[in-house]
């Protein structure tokens, strides 16, 4: 089954970002209403929703599960990290150019949950994305029928018992972190584990559940209501303007924009819009190549910033972006996620083959 309402709500939150990302060049006005980090919370909450959903279909070993996620994120972070230090950010620290292929947030001490961003930009998330990952495999590898409630289990457990510990108190803010100074790389693998964004995570596999209890209820009537609902919680999500990542900030709007436009579909099937579907394919590269491209043609002392005027170059960062995200998704998504299936493959019909000479 393809949910198209995902495709649609990747696409539309990958071009949220990348806007928003982009509109200091449009002037200040129109920074104070794109609100650019519900992306982010968008994006979470479908990544809870995803990995149960397709979790559900059949079952996955661990090892067929981790090798999908890895040739799914890493392929793509590497050829857009090797062309980023060639001819964008051309980075002297060694250590810190490395370190983004790894996952690595760069102040630990600053506010959650982005601490520092990581040298790439917004590629912070797939810190907490990696971290929801293990989990999520390690919940599989205790009960495969259970695997959603002892991840909830897991995720909310390590969140109060860390922050309770620490702090002495617990905080529903997603800015909020542990207080100890973090000089090595445990304190920070303590606070992302602290963090309150994996609530996200958390809320998203809990609306796969919910939608497998209705999935033979259809109403049309009903599709429409929560599709009103859908915009009219997009609309308030640009009244009310920026807010700060997570649970405090734009998690409720995110909750209720995914959540209305997927219920939506589940009553009432929803066609296919190609240009929508199409961002939706590309979003995953576009998130991760729009950062270098804007930085490249708004570096004020670059040719491109010193000749065009800010209009014309904002016009020019989205489209180079969308045209590259597309080219990478060609060129190194699909490949690396068909490659993905075959090794899996290759795995299954060797464990299916031991299983035959043991018998």
């Known amino acids: 089954m393809k949910l198209y309402s995902i495709q649609y ?15 200091f ?3 200040g006005s129109i920074t104070k209403i794109i609100p650019g980090a519900l992306g982010v919370d968008v994006f979470f909450i479908i990544s809870g929703f995803i990995i149960a959903f397709i979790t559900s279909q059949h079952h996955e070993p661990p090892i067929t599960f981790a090798i999908k996620r890895v040739f799914r994120i890493w392929p793509c972070l590497f050829v857009v990290w090797l062309l980023s230090t060639l001819i964008v950010y051309k980075w002297g620290n060694a250590d810190k150019t490395v ?14 949950p982005s601490f520092g961003y990581s040298p790439l930009g917004p590629s912070w998330t797939l810190t907490y994305e990696i971290t929801f990952y293990i989990i999520f495999m390690l919940s599989m590898m205790i009960s495969y029928r259970y695997r959603v ?11 109060t018992s860390l922050q309770m510990f620490f702090n002495e108190s617990f905080s529903w803010s997603s800015q909020a972190s542990l207080r100890f100074i973090s000089f090595g790389w445990w304190g920070g693998i303590l606070k992302i ?23 033979r209820f259809k109403s ?10 859908f915009a009219i919680s997009s609309i308030a999500s640009f009244v009310v303007g920026p807010q700060v990542f997570g649970v405090e900030g734009g998690m409720t709007l995110a909750v209720l924009i995914v959540t209305s436009l997927v219920i939506s579909e589940y009553l009432s099937e929803y066609f296919n819009f190609k240009p929508l579907s199409f961002l939706g394919d590309v979003s995953y590269s576009i998130y991760l190549v729009h950062y270098p491209v804007m930085m490249f043609f708004t570096d004020k002392h670059g040719f491109f910033f010193n000749t065009l005027s800010q209009s014309v170059l904002f016009i ?17 998504e699909k490949p690396s996620i068909q490659l993905a299936r075959s090794l899996v493959g290759f795995i299954a019909d060797r464990i299916e083959l031991k299983k ?4």
């Open 9 to 23: 709500l990747r696409g539309l939150a990958a071009i949220l970002i990348i806007i928003a990302h982009n509109s």
């Open 25 to 27: 060049l449009l002037g």
């Open 99 to 112: 370190c983004a292929l790894y996952f690595c947030l760069q102040n630990f001490n600053s506010l959650g």
């Open 149 to 159: 409630s002892i991840c909830i289990l897991i995720i909310l457990s390590l969140m």
């Open 193 to 215: 584990l602290s963090n309150t964004i994996f609530i996200e995570f958390i809320i998203g596999m809990l609306l796969h559940e919910f939608l497998k209890k209705i999935h």
């Open 220 to 229: 049309l009537m009903v599709s429409r209501f929560f599709l009103l609902i």
């Open 316 to 332: 020019i960062s989205i489209s180079i972006s969308i045209l590259l995200a597309y080219l990478l998704n060609i060129l190194i």
């Open 356 to 359: 035959t000479s043991d018998c």
